[in-house]
């Protein structure tokens, strides 16, 4: 008997091995493949949970219901644009993150092949988790404006605020940013505090405290929240938690990675915004991708967006910015890594001021509506100004590893030729942005 890691029956039996020794062989399972139908069945739990919790909390989903189906989906889907999507700040950037990251830690417990893998400089645990984002971009996408989604369930992006496309970035993206600290946390965190004590609680409140994505995650796929595939249970002491049943499949050869600087990174960054007078910020994040030309040079592009910060309840705002130029890097085999950079592209600012009293005299007939967006004009005023930007700023980042850097800080100034929206100035802003950076190439 192997003993149970989460009741510690039969620990006597457990043969100690030398943690050197091959990948653990988890749930007796021998083949490298997706479990796709694990998956599709926790991810509908996933999907389940979400959606029922809106048509308990949201009176506004209940209501979306009615009408004609088809017709109130495609109005929904069709009225998507600009970037932000009227929810609050913690529900974009905190909450949408977040689901985010389950999304990928249940794409890893059911990837065979590289679930068990730990953070670090190995390969394959940069390819899994690469695979793992990919499949929160595909529930993302699904959550949004699929056959079961808020687009279908609710319609409640057909009406007021405008409906952007904050969640398709910044839910997978910073959702895989959110994945990679929880794994850096379990590797450097919990698991030196298991080293120190054995009491039970403790590492109990720390495995499923520190790691709330994949607690939620393990909870969709019928386990304790506390969980691991790659080592024991909180009730095993920890003389036992390192020296696990394998199968000897000799040592792992350790990847090295090949020399020099990476050919292309890519970044996902939180970035606040402040616009002259103080009285207006901009909360957001996006990401941006930098080609190596030379040694010391790169060619960046960045695609950010956030929302307007500091107007009344009746007017709401956002911006995308995009832009590509010239990076320099003067010490790039450096820990630390500075830059500086010139960008040229353009900026939207987009802005809806909704009248309240109108909406009501055409609340009936938005709803009863196929194409709410006819109505739009009527209980809503919309500006919007589009302009050639320039970006200069310079920052630095700290290297982790040949994979993964953290962009420690980047301020840059920000001027755009954007026409003024609702009285507001928005062609001068300052930047900050932090995040962090895959180097590809490299390992």
């Not at 699904?142 to 369930?153: D, N």
């Not at 967006?373 to 050639?388: G, S």
């Amino acid at each position: 008997m192997a003993g149970d890691p989460d009741t510690g029956a039969g620990i006597a039996s457990i043969k100690p091995v030398r943690p050197s020794i091959g990948p653990v062989q988890s749930e007796g399972l021998t083949d490298e493949k997706v479990d796709w139908k694990s998956l599709a069945r926790q991810s509908w739990t996933f999907l389940t949970l979400q959606h029922g919790f809106r048509l308990l909390t949201e009176p506004g989903t209940r209501e979306g219901m009615k009408g004609p189906f088809f017709r109130t989906y495609w109005g929904s889907v069709s009225n998507l644009h600009g970037w932000a999507d009227g929810d609050p700040f913690y529900v974009n950037y905190v909450g949408h993150p977040m689901m985010g990251s389950v999304a990928s830690f249940l794409f890893v417990q059911n990837d065979r092949r590289y679930r068990d893998v730990e953070f670090g400089k190995d390969l394959n645990y940069w390819k899994g988790r690469l695979r793992a984002g990919a499949f929160a971009f595909l529930y993302s996408a699904q959550f949004e404006v699929g056959p079961v989604s808020e687009a279908s369930i609710g319609k409640i992006q057909r009406t007021f605020p405008q409906q952007g496309y904050v969640d398709f970035v910044i839910t997978p993206f910073v959702g895989m940013g959110w994945g990679l600290a929880e794994d850096a946390l379990d590797k450097f965190v919990i698991k030196r505090i298991e080293q120190r004590t054995d009491n039970n609680w403790v590492r109990l409140l720390v495995r499923g405290g520190l790691n709330p994505a994949r607690s939620m995650a393990n909870l969709l796929g019928g386990r304790v929240p506390w969980y691991r595939t790659n080592r024991a249970g909180v009730y095993v002491p920890y003389s036992y938690i390192t020296r696990q049943i394998t199968v000897d499949d000799g040592p792992r050869k350790p990847v090295n990675p090949p020399p020099g600087v990476a050919p292309f990174e890519f970044s996902m960054t939180f970035e606040p915004e402040m616009f002259p007078g103080g009285s207006l910020s901009c909360l957001g994040g996006g990401g941006s991708a930098a080609f190596r030309l030379a040694a010391n040079w790169q060619l960046a592009g960045d695609v950010s967006g956030c929302k307007l910060m500091g107007f009344d309840r009746t007017l709401t705002g956002d911006s995308l910015t995009y832009l590509i130029g010239p990076r320099w890097t003067p010490s790039p085999r450096g820990r630390w890594v500075p830059h500086l950079q010139f960008l040229a592209g353009g900026r939207k600012i987009t802005a809806e001021r909704f009248f309240p009293d109108k909406w009501k005299a055409v609340e009936s007939l938005v709803n009863s509506s196929p194409d709410p967006a006819l109505w739009r004009p009527l209980y809503t005023a919309r500006q919007e100004t589009n302009a050639f930007a320039v970006s200069a700023g310079g920052g630095v980042d700290l290297k982790f590893n040949n994979a993964l850097a953290l962009r420690v800080a980047s301020l840059e100034y920000r001027h755009s030729w954007v026409r003024p929206v609702e009285g507001f100035d928005f062609s001068n802003g300052l930047r900050l942005t932090t995040g962090l950076v895959l180097h590809m190439g490299t390992w």
